[in-house]
């Protein structure tokens, strides 16, 4: 099986209306990805990101910056090394702190039926 690098700093920036910038660093047309997607999100200050909360498992890793992450109506403090794991039907908000930034790293998995 042959390996595939992927030069993530090449990829294109894509805006999301009030959820930063994303660039898909994993994927079925990067590298013949059919069961996973991955992304990296960048926020700024006060924007947020809201996942999908459709049949995934997500896992959303800080790698960079300070905000805090809205769990069960609970806000918790975050900065670079937290993560959550969100099951299928979950959810969060992810906030950058203000005048701070965060860099995100998004790993989707799609619900495998049994």
């Given at each position: 099986?042959?390996?595939?690098f992927?030069?993530?700093?090449?990829?294109?920036?894509?805006?999301?209306?009030?959820?930063?910038?994303?660039?898909?660093?994993?994927?079925?047309?990067?590298?013949?990805?059919?069961?996973?997607?991955?992304?990296?999100?960048?926020?700024?200050?006060?924007?947020?990101f809201k996942?999908?909360?459709s049949?995934?498992?997500?896992?959303i890793?800080?790698?960079?910056?300070?905000?805090?992450?809205?769990l069960?109506?609970?806000?918790?403090?975050?900065?670079?090394?937290?993560?959550v794991?969100?099951?299928?039907?979950?959810?969060?908000?992810?906030?950058a702190?203000?005048?701070?930034?965060?860099?995100?790293?998004?790993?989707?998995?799609?619900?495998?039926?049994?």
């Amino acid at each position: 099986m042959p390996l595939t690098f992927i030069e993530t700093n090449k990829l294109p920036k894509k805006a999301s209306a009030g959820q930063g910038e994303v660039t898909e660093v994993l994927n079925a047309a990067l590298c013949g990805a059919k069961n996973v997607h991955a992304s990296l999100r960048w926020l700024k200050s006060a924007e947020t990101f809201k996942p999908d909360t459709s049949d995934k498992h997500q896992l959303i890793y800080l790698m960079d910056g300070k905000g805090s992450i809205q769990l069960n109506n609970k806000d918790y403090n975050v900065e670079k090394g937290a993560g959550v794991y969100l099951g299928p039907s979950e959810t969060a908000t992810i906030q950058a702190a203000s005048g701070a930034s965060l860099k995100l790293f998004h790993l989707i998995v799609p619900k495998i039926p049994k």
